[in-house]
C-alpha cells in the first residue's frame, strides 16, 4: 500500500482549475461552416474607381473566396477539429464528389460547384484553395456565371446533403450565404415557397444560416424581400442569446474600407460561437422567486493550444503519442489509483481523508446564484476587481417567463443605478464567491453596426476580508509641479485615438499570431516568416510628428523641477558624500543628442563618448529617429550604431 503525502488543492490551484474548465467550454463542441459564395455578372463586377488610400481592387466574389481561404488558413491551426466547405452557386461548371451523386451517377444539383468538401481542412484543401485565388486564368475560367437564374431550393437541398453526409453528428453546423440578390424568386412563387421549406429541413436538421449580403452603390440590400423568410432563429440557442446586429456590406466605399477585411472580421465574429459555460442554473432572487439563467465567459484571453506533440527528427513529421504512469519512489513500480491516499499535515502528522470525506469538506451547496441585497453602485471601489467577470443571460428551459423578471431586474438596476450582492457558485465542488450584480447596456458600433458590448447582467467577483492587502508606506509623496502636469496633458491630447475609443480588434496578439504563422509554414511547406509582424509597437514617427516638440519641452520641464526639488531638499554634493559609503564618483559632462547629425554621432560611437550619455538622452535619440527606445542601455547602443551605420 502505498501512502502519499497529496492534500486537496489549494485555492490557487482550484482557480487555476476552474479557468481550464472555462477554456475547456469553448473547446470541446465541433463546427461544421459550409461556405456558399454566388457566382454572377453583378458579383464578379469590379468595384468602381474610388479616390481613397485604400480602394477596392477584387470583386465581391474573389473577396469571398479570398475570405474563405483565410479563414480556413486561421481554423486548421486554431481549430483543428473543425470542419469547412466551400460550395459556389450560380456557376456554368458543376461539380461533386461521389457521395453527393445519385445512384445513376449524375449531378443532381446543378450550377453547383464543390470547390472544396466538407472536411476537416488539410493542408492539401489549403494549396488548392491557395491556387485558385492566384493562379487568375484558373479563376476565370472556373467562375463563370451560368445563364440560368439561381434556383435558391436546389442550393438549400445541396447544402443539406453536404451537412447530412458530411457532419452528420457536429452540434454546431452553420451556412454561411453571401451573395448580393435580395429577391431572387420575386417572379415565382412555386420556387419562393420551395425554398421556405428547404430552410425548415435544414434548421430542424439542426444548421444555423448565416447570411452575409452584398450591397452595392445604386442598390442596397433588403432581407425583408426573400431571407426574412428562410431564416430561422430560436431566441433560447446558445448563439442566438447574444447575436449580433445584422449588417451589410458594402461593394465599394467611400472610406476605402475593404470588403475582404469586413468579411473576414464579421465571420470571424460568427465563427466563434458563444456557448455556455453552465445553462439553466438557479437565480434566487427572493424567497421561492428564482428564475433560470445562461452563463457566458465572454472575456477569455487566447492561447496556444497544443493539440499533439510532433516529433521532427525523422524523415517526415511524425505524432508523438505521449504515455503518463505514477510509480514508486522505492521500487519504481507503477501504482495504481485505488493504492493512492490524499492526506492533510497537521501539527506533525499526516490525517488521511477518504474521497466522500473530502467531497464533504469541498461541499458548499448547489451551484447558484442567490441575492442577498442591494446597493448603490457608486460604492463599488475600482480596485475591487479580483477577477474577471462572468455574463448572464436569461433561460426558458428551467422557468418559463424567466425572461421578462430578468428584463425586469435589468431595467431596475439600470434606472436607479444599483447593484446586486449576490452569493455565486459557479459548478459543482466550487469554491463559492461573492459577487456584484451589474448591468451592462447594449452599444453597436457607430460604423459597421456590429454590437460591441452585449445588454444583459455581469457576474463581478468581490474580494473576501483577506484578499485585500494595505498598500506600502510611502515615507515621502513627491507630486508634480503644476506646469510639468499641464503640458504632459498636451502631450497626452496629441496622441490621442480618434473618437477616444481603442479597438483591440485592430490589434491582434502578436505571440499568438507569430505562433499561428509558424504551425502554417511547416504544415504548407512554406518559408518560414523571419520576423513577426506587430501591430501592437507604437509608431515612433509618428508620434514624433505630432508630439515630439511637446515631449522635448516636457523633458526640459522634468530636468528643472528635479533641480528645484534636489536644492529644496539640500541634496549638493557635501550631502551625498555624507549619505555614501565610498567615494563619490565624479559625474561626466554629457550634451544633449537633439541636434547631433549622423557624421558627429559616428565619430562619437568610434571614441566611445556615446556610451557616456545618459539612458534617458539615448531613448530621446532614438525616437527622434523613429526607431524604438525600449530596452537597457546596451540594446540601446546597439540600435543606434545600427542606424548610424546604414545611414
Known sequence: MSEGNESWKNKDDQEEDEEDLDETAYTTQKDAVLFAIEVSESMLAPPPHS??????????????????????????????????????????????????????????????????????????????????????????SL????????????????????????????????LFIITDKDDPHSANKALRSSATVRAKDLYDLGVTIELFPISHPDHKFDRTKFYDDIIYRDPEDDGGDLAMAPRDFKSVGADGINLLNDLISDINSKQFTKRALFSNMIFEIGPEFQISVKGYNILQPAKPAKQ?????????????????????????????????????????????????????????????????????????????????????????????????????????????????????????????????????EECLSENTGLQ????????????????????????TQVFSPDNLTNEMRTVIKQLQLPKGIYDPSKYPNPSLQWHYKILQAIALEEDIPETPEDKTVPKYRQVEKRAGEYIHNWGQLLEEAINVYRKERGSGAKHERADSDGPVK???????????????????????KLAKHTVAELKDLLAAKGLSNSGKKPDLLERIEQWADEN
Open 143 to 174: 467562375l463563370k456565371p451560368s445563364e440560368e437564374p439561381i434556383d435558391m431550393p436546389n442550393l438549400l437541398f445541396c447544402a443539406n446533403q453536404i451537412f447530412t453526409r458530411g457532419a452528420p453528428d457536429f452540434g454546431s453546423r452553420r
Open 308 to 440: 499533439d506533440w510532433i516529433y521532427q527528427g525523422g524523415e517526415t513529421n511524425q505524432i508523438v503519442k505521449p504515455e503518463s504512469a505514477r510509480l514508486s519512489d522505492d521500487n519504481a513500480t507503477p501504482v495504481e489509483k485505488d493504492e493512492i491516499k490524499k492526506a492533510f499535515r497537521f501539527g506533525g502528522t499526516q490525517i488521511l481523508f477518504t474521497s466522500e470525506e473530502q467531497e464533504k469538506l469541498r461541499a458548499f451547496g448547489k451551484p447558484g446564484i442567490r441575492i442577498i441585497g442591494f446597493k448603490p453602485q457608486s460604492m463599488l471601489p475600482f480596485w475591487a476587481s479580483v477577477k474577471k467577470s462572468t455574463f448572464i443571460y436569461p433561460s426558458e428551459e428551467g422557468f418559463v417567463g424567466s425572461s421578462r423578471v430578468f428584463s425586469a431586474l435589468w431595467q431596475k438596476l439600470v434606472r436607479d443605478k444599483i447593484m446586486g450582492l449576490a452569493w455565486f457558485i459557479a459548478r459543482q465542488n466550487s469554491s463559492p464567491t461573492i459577487v456584484a450584480i451589474l448591468p451592462s
Open 586 to 608: 565624479k559625474k561626466v559632462k554629457t550634451e544633449g543628442l537633439h541636434n547631433v547629425g549622423v557624421d558627429e554621432l559616428k565619430k562619437m560611437i568610434s571614441t566611445g
Open 51 to 140: 479616390d481613397s488610400k485604400k480602394p477596392e481592387t477584387d470583386s465581391p466574389t474573389a473577396a469571398a473566396i479570398k475570405c474563405a481561404y483565410q479563414i480556413m488558413q486561421q481554423r486548421i491551426i486554431s481549430h483543428p477539429k473543425d470542419m469547412m466547405g466551400v460550395l459556389l452557386f450560380g456557376t456554368e461548371k458543376s461539380k461533386f464528389e461521389g457521395k453527393y451523386d445519385n445512384d445513376n451517377g449524375n449531378i443532381t444539383y446543378p450550377h453547383c460547384y464543390l470547390l472544396t468538401d466538407l472536411n476537416v481542412p488539410s493542408a492539401v484543401d489549403v494549396k488548392a484553395l491557395k491556387a485558385i485565388v492566384e493562379d487568375e486564368g484558373e479563376a476565370q
Open 452 to 475: 460591441l458590448n452585449p445588454a444583459g447582467l455581469w457576474l463581478y467577483p468581490l474580494p473576501f476580508a483577506d484578499d485585500i492587502r494595505e498598500a506600502p508606506d510611502q515615507p
